[in-house]
């Protein structure tokens, strides 16, 4: 198989990081539509909360039906989810344009739930054993571009003409060039399997406690993620000056320092184990946690320069662990890789159980509150990383 096959493998990470303009969408959704935060955070939930449904059965589908064809399955409705808010800024107002974009939230949660399940392992394909989070890594280093460039789009296009939605126009451009790519490349898949892939077989893994402790692992990080892009343009405004385009500066800079962590990620973990890696980005993100609950905590004129250390600190640490976590959890059920798969993949519901929590200990308690909400996330994986023989086979 030519090397060259693995490029519209990598650019369908591309695709993949469509899911995280969640957080830049609505920003813009909820003064539009004078949403609270706990109604706003909710669109977030909208999103992630069909990786707990399809994760797991798209596992089991994904184990009739091939990787590569799921991941094709999962970029066409990716390309339905740029679609709707294009049509709904068009010809749509008031409700039905709210309706519209809530339906291309939930389009965009199931393709992406069905894309992680199968993207991931198809890159098996390629590299294998020690090389495998590394690889995972760089995956994600492509899928934070497409991160990076939302929030500077939206902003670019609200900024010109006043439509932050020409960012879905794009991206649909985009989507539909990676489904073109892919569906020419030819991939030569393993076998499924061992054994018969079923849902109860899946949920069966979590008996495991190593399985458990990486699933758990995944939810955390795609917690802080996916709170930290929503909450933290809010955290900036409610305790400075700052105006929406400004703030949603912070959304970039976490992407900036995410990506960033991915590429030296990628170096870095072929020379070090999962240990060093799970104790580096413990460490970063727990400081990050405390910097911004400092920043949250000063009653007038906080230190503006620790808000976007923090924001750097968590997009940096952050960045990583997930292939830490996913990696792992691959490797120590190798002959289950797919059912492992759609189980990690089901930890990514982490993105609907922290942001509205996050938002709604915002309305009750201030920003200090979705700070702390964040922190547990944060203190997890440090803990996991200090505490490493606890994913360690006996």
Known sequence: MSRMAIVPV?????????VDLVGTATNYVKPEFNLENSQANLFTTMVFFWFLIFSVPAGVMMNKIGRRRMVLLSILVTIGAMLLPVIAYTVLAGTPRLVFIIISFALLGIGNTFMQVSLNPLLTVFVKGDQLASTLTMGQFVKAFASLFAPYIAGW?????????????????????????????RIDEPAADAGTTTIARCFKLLGDPVVLLCFLGIVAHVGVDVGVNAQAPRILMEHTDTVLSVATNATMVYFIARMIGCFVGGIALRHINTKVGLRICGVLMTLSAVSLAIFASVPSNPPVWL??????????GNSNVFSLFLGHALTVEPQRQNEVSGLMMMGLIGGAVFPPIMGAAADGMGQIGAVLVMAVGCVYVLVIG?????????
Not at 166 to 179: E, N, P, R
Not at 308 to 316: E, H, R
Not at 386 to 394: G, H, M, Q, S, T
């Open 307 to 316: 808000f976007w250390v923090a924001v750097a600190l968590v997009g940096f």
């Open 10 to 18: 990598m650019f369908a990470f591309f695709v993949m990081g469509f």
């Open 386 to 394: 200090f505490a490493y023989k606890v994913l360690e086979r006996k």
């Open 157 to 185: 296009a609200f900024n010109h003409y006043g439509k932050w939605w020409l960012l879905y126009v794009i991206y649909l451009v985009v989507g539909i060039v990676g489904y073109v790519l892919l569906a020419l490349d």
